[in-house]
């Protein structure tokens, strides 16, 4: 694709496919003359908040109004709108792998297709358009539109699924080392960011999952006999990465309250021992504060051993109180 193209039209990739698993890249000035075969289909990836691209979509893709609102409208979640002529509007989420990104930032896909065309429409880049350039150069790509369709399904899921296991990895990590040693503080801001994650991907997934379960039971022509397989696997493996996401919300509770109960244990622990040495020293505080005080009359004053008393006097106490604390098993 001419970097003209992507400039002045919005339109970053444009492959007609050759059926084999192939594809030829074409330029914008080629789409108005262009005549597909019966084995050939036509992908066009555009940029959705280019002006031309709305254009374009508005008056020459043949997309009714409601067609083209639905695919240039600003925030959209996963789900299936059917229209007429056996097509199909599709939208998915992506995971953000784009640099300095949070893979919970999903990134809209919006696919209008049928049965030799299929308009794909994103606002940022999408790993899975380059993952699908270089099987078309390797020549195991899609071929045709019901394939695209899959292709696009299995690589945003299995991207979905890399994530998954990072967040569980992290959690493992987390609640092995916290298991294992009982001094161990966890790191909380990880944990956090991680519940964080899985909460916002839950969001979109579960709609996700619920595109994949539709598309399996879709009764379009152009569909391959056997691509409800595909959809029901997908949907399977969508299901039990929501699974996944959800245990490790709750594992990362369980790690959290396990630490914010151990912190209660030593400041429970902390405070007891306080008030055993508060309690132990106010007798001895209060005698030797009674001995001190600057009267006359203070028993052993003028007594050569009166210093040796006292203190003999207050092992004594310490002894007796050190007994009653054991008695009482405060010790």
């Known amino acids: 694709m001419q970097q003209s193209d992507r400039m002045r039209h919005g339109l970053l990739h444009a492959f007609v496919l050759d059926g084999a698993g192939s594809a030829r890249a074409i330029c914008f000035a ?20 280019h002006s031309y691209a709305e254009h374009w979509l508005r008056e020459s893709s043949g997309l009714n109004e409601f067609a083209c609102d639905l695919l240039l409208e ?11 002529q056996q ?18 930032d999903m990134i809209s896909l919006r696919i209008f297709a049928n049965a030799q065309q299929l308009y794909s429409l994103r606002q940022r880049p999408v790993q899975v358009v380059d993952e699908l350039i270089k099987a078309f150069a390797k020549g195991f790509g899609p071929k045709n539109i019901s394939e695209l369709l899959l292709f696009f399904a299995q690589s945003l899921t299995d991207c979905i699924e890399h994530t998954v296991s ?33 909460a916002n991907l839950r969001r979109f997934l579960a709609p996700q999952r619920d595109v994949f379960a539709m598309l399996t039971l879709t009764q379009e022509q152009w569909f391959m006999h056997d691509d409800a397989l595909y959809w029901n696997e997908l949907n399977n493996r969508l299901v039990l990465h929501l699974e996944e996401l959800e245990l490790t ?60 008393i006292a203190c003999v006097l207050l092992g004594v106490l310490s002894l007796g109180q ?10």
């Open 249 to 308: 919300r709750e594992r990362i509770g369980l790690v959290l309250e396990t630490e914010q109960r151990r912190r209660n244990e030593r400041m429970g622990h902390t405070m007891y021992m306080l008030a055993i040495v508060t309690g132990f020293f106010l007798p001895l505080t209060f005698f030797t504060g009674l001995l001190g005080i600057n009267v006359g009359g203070i028993p052993g004053a003028e007594h050569s051993f009166g210093f040796f």
């Open 166 to 198: 990072e967040l569980a990895d992290t959690v493992d990590q987390e609640e092995a080392k916290t298991d294992n040693d009982a001094k161990h503080y966890p790191d909380v801001l990880p944990l956090l960011q991680a519940r964080r994650t899985a």
């Open 87 to 104: 097509a199909l509007l599709v939208f998915l989420r992506a995971i953000n792998l784009n640099p300095q990104a949070d893979p919970e």
């Open 74 to 84: 600003e925030s959209t979640r996963p789900r299936v709108v059917r229209l007429e």
């Open 322 to 331: 050190w007994a009653f604390f054991r008695w009482l098993r405060w010790v």
């Open 30 to 49: 080629q789409l108005s003359a262009l005549q597909l075969s019966t084995h050939e289909s036509l992908w066009l990836h555009w940029e959705r908040s």
